[in-house]
């Protein structure tokens, strides 16, 4: 058995070797190759050489400048090896055979010479019988017979990518007419069958290969023109899941996000929630919005929010403070940055207002915007981002009402705001009527601070959001 | 001569499967469109789309497209050897990377672009450049062109109009080049100016050229002119009517699947992640207190992100502990400004509170950030 398999090998790679330099040869001849591999006795498969075909205008050499497959990947014919460049050309090569990658012959930035091996693919002989083989029923065949295919006494011919249309629409070659030389079957046969079947005309519709993914992680999706052209036949099939899990190294920022929320978490929190009645708020706010915007500024709730928060902390500036690692010192911050959680498709940013203590509820709406359209266009500054003192999380945008928020270190308290509804109230006659209800969730470092002074400082800000008149009265 | 197609489409008689399949088959070997939109990924999203699903055998398609300002650098390029990445931020100029090969172009809408597409076997540059040439001349026959073995097009020998790429796959290929007839200069030059140094790289470099507007030469010249000038002279090439079908980029049912293509030339992963390795060694000067400190800084940057990086930093100017926490964190990070702001600002909350560490953090990072 030994001494015959290096015989057939040697006579395969004889034979081979004559087709695989010349690239558009018929196909025949290489469906030639296919058929004695399959019918191969042996478990391993042959290393073919592949060569890097001719790219057109006389070019000789190219660049290679990415694989897209490395040595041990096994590959389907028309999947995409590698990309070169020549002369501002890049161009894709893809595979001509299903198999293994044994070897690559050049890196990256080497030059690649036209007609001269590329890769090495094993062929895998010994894989289950091809689906190919199911459709056109064909006997084993000895290596003699390589051109032609005997089923029922007719050959048939027809190239692997023709074998596949096929297969995929439940054709068998036998039923089909060949009108290409020496009756071969080509694309257009079976299109044709297909259209005398349905009765419908074809369109000359686009090609029906599914193009390769460029990263392998992600499942490919098939092809909608196919669906167009397959006849509609009910068939049960089990169903096949064929998603994959995908393992990504955690990196960059959310390593960092990894470290502080860490960290976070080794504060003690207690949380407080609340609900508030902003009927009034809402109003006010629909007063002012169109001076607001007479001066080019969107006006939305947050500038109340923060402006309450910081009358709330001079109050009680516990609140506003940060506390030492080891736990030694308290430290009372004098300027109120109020930092605005938003999400961006980055991740979760906390750029903060400056010094709202000195701030109208205005200058905090420009500022706002001004931080929103930067965080949006992924431009927002270090100093942006940094020296927060205390945060306001507006989650109720996207939803929600109740909310667990975890504090941002070195802060000590955070306050998740719910979305508005409207709810039905009770007014000061007893009277059922519409409200406006927002629910605020505060979370806080136990450690230095007691809930009473939560809910004081709650309460406070509660105080000045229903009854925004109130507000003029303290604002400095 | 413009028409929208669909309209016609749906009067035929056939029975169709699609719409679609009527408004790509036509009589004749070839076809012209043109697309109404002028988003740079949307319009290289097409290309993408006919070169992987369109049989061109029967057919050869040559397709008309304008951008609105953007930036487009070649498959294997290196954007911040290229061109100003600050600057495009700046001024909200788009990014984009093609599938072709080449140098680096700046798009607007005075700047043509033309897309030949056709089998691999019939793949030819010098025949499609001649074409734009011979239209060229047969409108303006005083025009001084003519296409150069480098695949440019130079006006009065001296300042180049056009410049080309191309894209190779299994079994169809296209060529695109652009001709300038009206683009912003000054827009151009300083974007395509790179500020960034100590760069190390094997992508491909682009080739400087001078360049000027056709419309410097001929004020009465205007894109639509060219395109339709174009368009005829194709039309005559293939024999067919000298009718350009107009196409939307962003519909779905005649390009299926052209929404994934459009998401897919516009993510990170493609636009900086495909940039070939290379190394940055490079000298930070900043300014601190009353002394300036030369930081040394190399870094090795891999599909966009940090492998490699080391800040020669005086000894404890920051704890040993945070700088290696720098460069733990940094590494694998992209090499992206936004990326490494909120990573750095992120990291800062878990450090000492104190004011001269934070303000030399501060300084170094942003310094940092600066290089991308």
Redesign the interface.
């Known amino acids: 058995v030994c001494i015959h398999r290096v015989r057939s090998c040697s006579s395969i790679r004889f034979i081979k070797s004559k087709y695989v330099c010349v690239f558009d040869k018929s196909a025949l001849k290489f469906s030639h190759q296919q058929r004695l591999f399959r019918t191969s006795p042996v478990s391993c498969g042959q290393i073919v050489q592949f060569k890097l075909s001719d790219i057109g205008e006389g070019i000789t050499e190219v660049t290679v400048k990415e694989w897209y497959i490395k040595e041990g990947d096994s590959v389907s014919q028309f999947d995409s090896i590698c990309e070169v460049q020549s002369d501002k050309a890049s161009v894709t090569i893809t595979s001509r055979y299903d198999g293994i990658i044994r070897k690559l012959h050049y890196s990256i930035d080497d030059i690649a010479f036209v007609g001269k091996p590329l890769v090495d693919i094993e062929i895998d002989a010994s894989k289950g019988v091809s689906p190919e083989e199911d459709v056109v029923e064909t006997p084993p065949m000895s290596h003699e017979e390589h051109t032609h295919q005997e089923i029922k006494g007719h050959k048939t011919l027809a190239t692997p990518a023709v074998r596949r249309l096929a297969m995929e629409n439940n054709i068998k070659l036998s039923e089909v007419v060949g009108t290409g030389k020496d009756n071969r079957i080509l694309k257009e046969d079976i299109l044709n069958y297909l259209a005398k079947q349905t009765g419908a005309i074809l369109p000359p519709s686009p090609k029906a290969e599914i193009v390769p993914p460029v990263w392998k992680t992600e499942a490919v999706p098939a092809a909608p023109k196919d669906k167009a052209r397959r006849i509609p036949v009910p068939v049960s099939r089990p169903i096949a899941f064929s998603g994959k899990d995908r393992t990504e190294p955690v990196t960059g920022f959310q390593k960092a996000m990894v470290k502080t929320m860490s960290a976070a978490l080794k504060i003690p929190h207690f949380g407080y929630s609340d609900e508030v009645d902003l009927t009034q708020l809402v109003q006010l706010r629909e007063e002012l919005k169109p001076l607001a915007e007479v001066q080019g500024v969107k006006l939305s709730f947050m500038p109340f929010f923060i402006k309450a928060a910081s009358l709330g902390l001079l109050r009680y500036p516990i609140l506003n403070a940060s506390l030492d690692e080891n736990c030694q010192n308290v430290t009372y911050k004098a300027s109120h940055n109020i930092g605005v959680a938003m999400d961006t498709e980055q991740g979760l940013i906390v750029p903060n207002v400056k010094n709202v203590q000195v701030c109208s509820v205005f200058d905090i709406a420009v500022e706002l915007n001004r931080l929103q359209s930067l965080g949006s266009a992924g431009q927002l500054g270090t100093s942006d981002l940094t020296g927060g003192t205390f945060t306001l999380s507006n989650i109720g945008t996207i939803g929600g009402t109740y909310a667990k928020p975890v504090i941002l270190p070195p802060e000590v308290a955070i306050g998740a705001l719910g979305k508005i509804q409207v709810l039905p109230r009770f007014n000061g006659k007893g009277e059922v009527v519409k409200a406006q209800i927002m629910n605020v969730s505060w979370s806080a470092d136990h450690r230095i601070i007691d809930g009473a002074t939560m809910a004081r400082f709650s309460n406070l800000w509660k105080s000045y959001l229903e009854n925004p008149a109130s507000m003029l009265l303290d604002l400095k | 001569m413009v028409l929208p197609s669909l309209k016609n489409c749906l009067w035929l008689p ?5 719409p ?3 408004f ?2 036509t009589a004749g070997g070839g076809l012209i469109i043109q697309s109404v939109s002028n988003d740079v990924y949307q319009n290289l999203a097409v290309e993408d789309w006919i070169h ?4 061109l055998e ?1 057919q050869q398609i040559l397709f008309l497209w304008r951008n609105s300002p953007a930036v487009v650098i ?3 390029q290196n954007p911040w050897q290229e061109c100003n990445l600050r600057l495009l ?1 700046q001024k ?1 100029i788009k990014l984009a990377r093609r ?5 680096t172009v700046y798009h607007d809408l005075g700047n043509v672009n033309l897309t030949f597409f056709t089998t ?2 019939k ?3 010098m025949g499609n450049l001649k074409l734009v040439v011979k239209a060229l001349k047969t409108l303006r026959p005083q025009l001084d062109v003519h296409v150069t073995d480098r ?1 440019d097009i130079l006006l009065n020998k001296q300042y180049k109009i056009s410049g ?8 169809s ?1 296209y ?1 695109h080049c652009t001709l300038l007839c009206n683009a912003d200069k000054f827009v151009l030059s300083s974007v395509l100016k790179s500020p960034y140094k100590g760069l190390k790289s ?1 992508a ?1 470099p682009s080739v400087p050229a001078s360049v000027k507007n056709l419309f410097e030469e001929d004020a009465s010249l205007t894109s639509e002119i060219l395109l339709d000038a174009i368009a005829k002279e194709y039309a005559v090439r293939h024999q067919i009517d000298h009718h350009i079908t107009l196409i939307n980029p962003a519909d779905e049912t005649l390009l ?2 052209i929404s ?1 293509k459009t998401k897919e030339l516009q993510t990170w ?1 493609w636009v900086y992640g ?1 940039t ?2 290379f190394s940055i060694s490079t000298c930070l000067n900043m300014a601190y207190k009353d002394s300036v400190l030369d930081i040394k800084v190399d870094m090795d940057v891999k599909h966009g ?1 940090i492998e490699a990086c080391n800040i020669d930093l005086p000894e404890q100017w920051l704890p040993p502990g945070l700088y290696s926490e720098l460069v ?2 940094l590494t ?3 090499f992206c ?14 450090c ?2 104190d004011d001269e560490l ?1 303000s030399r953090w ?1 300084l170094l ?2 310094n940092m ?1 600066r290089l991308m």
């Open positions: 056939c029975v169709l499967r699609t679609k399949a009527c790509w088959s992987d699903h369109m049989d029967k070649g498959r294997h931020r909200n599938r072709s090969g080449g140098g691999r076997k793949y030819e540059r695949y080309t790429a191309a894209k190779l796959g299994r079994t290929a060529h094997n491909t299926p699947g994934n992963e495909k070939p390795k992100r733990k964190s694998g990070s992209k400004p936004n990326e490494i702001t909120m990573l750095v600002t992120t990291l800062l909350k878990v000492p509170q934070h501060s990072c942003e950030i």
